[in-house]
């Protein structure tokens, strides 16, 4: 495997798999990944899983349940088993595997990468048994189309609704605030702006952040609504129309969407998304004429992700190898698909990404986890990893250790590396020594 293939692999993708052939035309292999819909939905490993509205009809039936309980005076270990962390831990399973096995890491790295922009917790706000189905509704299926779709998506999910506390934001002059006494919570208006579309680089204000809140006003959730759970409830919106970074728009429903597209397809939207793709896919500290190339590219194209992403394969910075450092998850999803489990074996991957720091959807702030190498590379999280990575080996299915390096490394494989693995004592150690190898660590 040449430097260009094994470049396509470890940092466009999430690192070979020894089963998976690789590709003659490196290039042309990820071009593919950016063709037709999201492989993940197609491959009937979601089928069973809940719906948006599933999980808040679950959520419902918990705090109702629990309600119940406490009520009768009945403890509520061993006689409540709440239906929504069941649903997060099979969702968080089915979708680890998927980018394990996936045969299109290119696309799913693009999945993971736009949930992490759009971040959300799962301790926060109820959201348990829905940040699962707010990627596959709100992510998925529009990770090479327009941004604007995404970000209309996204806004409008119970998932955000719920973390970002606009389910309880009332307008204050609506039939419901008046009635109620209840307000206004900007945390949405604030975060789809700062966050999610224009930046800070805007220069927006504290009354565009007020504006925009009180457009959203009415976006909710009900669990009558099929798939994702999403009512709009015009008795809670803040009446007439408002101005946001200079443009008027109207009341409704409407007026909260005409403002999303607004925003989604700002210049400095542009800039913002430009900057944090290169960052992600090329250099901690982004290349400004990379930067540029990207930003052009979402321009040009109002938004199209797809063209962004093509564009992010003919910067000659991305394909210098080693110059960023996996995160946790990409790290262990690395290493699973460079060495699978022997048949059977499920490896609880859950409470690893707990132990190395990084645990699934529970990112500490809205602004999702951190993909610099500071933040990753302390004595201790690499101590963390080598543990694991050791207690991980005996699992692995037989397999030579040196195979498995030149499988899935190719080119970037040193040579004291090799010779390290090569006089191992165990195949159990020269796996571990692979791991923990600088050239696996990055990509």
């Not at 990468?113 to 709100?138: C, D, K, M, Y």
């Not at 941004?147 to 506390?165: C, G, I, K, N």
Request: hydrophobic share 40%; net charge neutral; aromatic share 8%.
């Amino acid at each position: 495997m040449d430097n260009i293939t094994a470049q396509a692999m470890i940092r466009f993708g999430l690192g070979a798999r020894p089963d998976q052939t690789a590709p003659a035309d490196a290039r042309g292999w990820l071009h593919s990944q950016l063709q037709g819909a999201d492989p993940g939905l197609s491959s009937g490993r979601f089928d069973d899983l809940p719906t948006g509205a599933d999980a808040l009809t679950a959520f419902r039936s918990d705090a109702m349940t629990r309600k119940q309980l406490q009520l009768a005076g009945t403890p509520l270990r061993g006689n409540f088993m709440p239906e929504t962390p069941k649903m997060y831990q099979a969702d968080a399973k089915a979708q680890l595997l998927w980018a394990v096995d996936t045969p299109s890491p290119f696309r799913e790295r693009l999945v993971w990468f736009w949930a992490n922009h759009f971040s959300i917790s799962v301790r926060q706000g109820g959201t348990l048994g829905l940040v699962g189905p707010f990627i596959r509704e709100a992510i998925r299926p529009h990770v090479t189309g327009k941004f604007t779709d995404m970000v209309l998506a996204v806004e409008s999910h119970p998932a955000m609704l719920r973390y970002l506390s606009n389910v309880g934001s009332v307008g204050p002059n609506s039939p419901a605030g008046l009635r109620m006494k209840r307000g206004l919570n900007e945390n949405l208006g604030r975060e789809c702006m700062e966050l999610h579309t224009v930046s800070l680089a805007a220069g927006y204000t504290q009354t565009d952040v007020t504006n925009m809140a009180k457009l959203l006003t009415g976006w909710s959730v009900d669990p009558n609504n099929q798939p994702t759970g999403f009512a709009f409830r015009p008795f809670a919106h803040e009446p007439g129309g408002q101005t946001v970074l200079g443009r008027r728009f109207g009341g409704g429903q409407q007026g909260a969407i005409d403002a999303l597209t607004y925003l989604s397809t700002y210049p400095t939207t542009y800039q913002a998304l430009a900057r944090k793709l290169v960052r992600h896919f090329v250099a901690d500290d982004p290349p400004a004429d990379a930067v540029r190339t990207i930003a052009t590219a979402l321009s040009t194209t109002q938004g199209d992700l797809g063209a962004a992403a093509a564009a992010l394969l003919t910067l000659p910075e991305a394909w210098q190898p080693g110059q960023k450092v996996k995160t946790p998850v990409e790290y262990v999803v690395s290493v699973l698909r460079a060495a699978p489990p022997q048949p059977g074996d499920e490896p609880p991957l859950l409470p690893v990404l707990n132990k190395l720091g990084q645990p699934l959807w529970a990112a500490p702030l809205p602004n999702g986890w951190s993909d610099k190498a500071a933040d990753w590379v302390g004595s201790d999280a690499v101590l963390s990893r080598i543990d694991w990575s050791y207690n991980y080996a005996e699992r692995v299915q037989a397999a030579q250790p040196i195979d498995v390096a030149s499988q899935t490394l190719g080119a970037h494989l040193r040579p004291q590396t090799a010779s390290a693995i090569k006089s191992a004592g165990s195949p159990q150690e020269g796996l571990t020594l692979l791991f923990a190898s600088p050239e696996f660590q990055r990509r």
